[in-house]
C-alpha cells in the first residue's frame, strides 16, 4: 500500500530564512504527489503538484518543490519566509489522477520573528 | 466561483446520537470526497461519491455512511457517536484530475 512520510512534526524557521519541509513516499510507481497547506481551523490549499514531467515544480506563495525519484522525495521548499507561512504541511500521494489522496502526518511550521 | 462549502461549521453532540454533516461542491465538481482529520490519526479517507455512486471507500465502520444526490451535494452521516469521532471532517470536490479543492470542515465534538 502506498505510504507518506513527512519525518518532521514540527519545524521552527526565522523569517527571511529558507525553508525545506521534506516528504518521501513508499509506492511501487511514480505516483501522483502534492504539497498542501493548512491553517487553523481552515480547510486544505493546494501548493502545488507533480504528475510528470519537469521535476521541479512551482507553485503558489513562491513554493516549490522538487521530485527525486531515485530517493522517492518531494521535498518542498521556499527560499525565504514570510510570517504568513506558518500554518501545517501536508503531503500527499495518489497512484492515478481519480485515486484517493494518502497524507502524510503534516508537519507544523513556526516563523520566529 | 464558489468555493466548497460545509456546513456546519461545527458540531456539538451526545454520545450515541448521530449526526449528518453536508458538504456543497464547486459548481460542475461530480466528485465529492470526505476525509476526517484527528491529531493521532491524521487526515484519513472516508468516501468518495461521483454522479451519485459511491467509489471509494475507506477504512471506516458502517457507522459512517454517505450520500451524493443529484446536484451533486453530498452528506455523510455518523450513526452512535463515539467519542473517539470527534474530528474535523473534510470534504473535497474535484473535476480535473486529482485537483481536489477542501472545504473548511467541520468540526464534531462529542460529549
Known sequence: ?113 | KAGVTQTPRYLIKTRGQQVTLSCSPISGHRSVSWYQQTPGQGLQFLFEYFSETQRNKGNFPGRFSGRQFSNSRSEMNVSTLELGDSALYLCASRSDPAQAFFGQGTRLTVV
Not at chain 1, 36 to 56: A, E, I, R
Not at chain 1, 75 to 98: I, M, T
Open chain 1, 1 to 113: 500500500a502506498q505510504s507518506v512520510t513527512q519525518p518532521d512534526i514540527h519545524i521552527t524557521v526565522s523569517e527571511g530564512a529558507s525553508l525545506e519541509l521534506r516528504c518521501n513516499y513508499s509506492y511501487g510507481a511514480t505516483p501522483y504527489l502534492f504539497w498542501y497547506v493548512q491553517s487553523p481551523g481552515q480547510g486544505l490549499q493546494l501548493l502545488l503538484k507533480y504528475f510528470s514531467g519537469d521535476t521541479l515544480v512551482q507553485g503558489i506563495k513562491g513554493f516549490e518543490a522538487e521530485f527525486k525519484r531515485s530517493q522517492s522525495s518531494f521535498n518542498l521548499r521556499k527560499p525565504s519566509v514570510h510570517w504568513s507561512d506558518a500554518a501545517e504541511y501536508f503531503c500527499a500521494v495518489a497512484f492515478s489522477g481519480y485515486s484517493t489522496l494518502t497524507f502524510g502526518k503534516g508537519t507544523m511550521l513556526l516563523v520566529s520573528p
